[in-house]
């Protein structure tokens, strides 16, 4: 890699075949143009489809166990917060112009040192932010799925809603680190890399069911993209929510839509029934944790749809 103030050989370091450099490369060197990063990106792409030839350690497709590999001691700084299970207090949120702490108004004494925040993350983010690098740098946050299985069986989150992970892990975890991206933290960076395949669920849906979507036969060195790993879950983090950017970089998208127990399943059902259902206590609740009612979800499948570079949707059955 060049020395700083250099510019990089960027012939050299793509005809080395080296993953390692070329995503050094991609990360870390912001004065490519936008089409010497798609080069490199590119290359980092026929550098792993040719290594998936290779044999590699797979999980089971009808059952997915615990890695033994990974030592439950890894774990262990995460714990306290798992067996607590509480949100950070107070419990800071920005949205709409307002902001809250939980349920209620945010007292005017803590809004002052909260917007100072913002403008740290802000302006940590300003060198990269809505450039083709932050969405990459972005992208190198996937978390490998041999961890991401081991840590949901170690601090038992199979049956936890994905937005109970977000408030009483994921940001007790960063609150006093930075308010940083979980995938950021020195514990966890050295399970991440580039993402082959972009995790689209609900923060409503179990957690559970989002990780065996992202492990269900994949090796077990995939990298999944997951929005709370990789995005940080603080104010201030709007850099980081075009997805859009990230979503292309990604070789599949996995829809997590795991099935809705209740009559939406039980039978097909003619348009007056249909219609019943939707104006029905129980489709309400429902579409919490279904991907296909949520805007955002939709969005995610559109932007893969469109992607150029991509050619497979991946459904959870």
């Known amino acids: 890699m060049a020395a700083p103030g250099q510019a990089p050989d ?3 370091i793509l005809n080395s075949h080296d993953s390692d450099q070329v995503i050094e490369l991609i990360i870390t060197q912001t004065e ?13 792409r026929s550098i792993l489809a040719a290594s998936e030839d290779k044999p590699v350690d797979a999980f089971d497709h009808q059952q ?3 890695p033994t590999h990974i030592p439950a001691s890894t774990f262990d700084w995460l714990r306290p917060f798992s067996e607590l299970k509480s949100p950070c207090s107070p419990d800071v949120s920005f949205m709409g112009g307002v902001w809250r702490d939980g349920r209620n108004d945010l007292s005017p004494d803590l809004i002052a ?4 925040v913002i403008k740290a993350i802000e302006d940590e983010d300003r060198p990269t932010a809505g450039t083709p ?4 740098k972005m992208w190198n946050l996937g978390i490998r799925v041999d961890w991401l299985l081991a840590f949901t069986f170690e601090l038992n989150l199979f049956s936890w809603k994905t937005w109970e992970v977000v408030a009483y892990l994921i940001r007790p975890a960063t609150k006093f680190r930075g308010r940083c991206r979980f995938g950021s933290l020195p514990e966890v960076s050295s399970f991440t890399g580039p993402a ?9 849906g179990l957690w559970g069911d989002l990780v065996a979507s992202a492990c269900s036969g994949s090796r ?15 104010p201030g983090n709007v850099s980081d929510l075009n997805f859009r950017e990230i979503i292309p970089l990604c070789k599949a998208l996995v829809v997590a839509a795991a099935p809705i127990k209740g009559v939406i399943t039980d039978k097909w059902m003619d348009w007056e029934e249909h219609e019943v259902y939707l104006s029905s206590a129980d489709y309400s609740a429902a579409k919490k944790s279904l991907p296909f009612a949520r805007l955002w979800c939709i969005g995610e499948a559109a932007s893969f749809r469109l992607s150029t570079s991509n050619q497979f949707l991946i459904p959870l059955q």
């Open 10 to 12: 960027l012939e050299a």
């Open 32 to 44: 490519l143009s936008d089409d010497e990063l798609g080069l490199a990106v590119a290359h980092w």
């Open 64 to 66: 997915i166990q615990r």
């Open 113 to 116: 040192s909260e917007e100072a």
């Open 133 to 136: 690098a932050h969405a990459v």
């Open 196 to 204: 082959t395949a972009f995790m689209s669920h609900c923060w409503g």
């Open 220 to 234: 077990m060195d995939r990298f999944v993209w997951i929005d709370i790993m990789s995005v940080r879950q603080w």
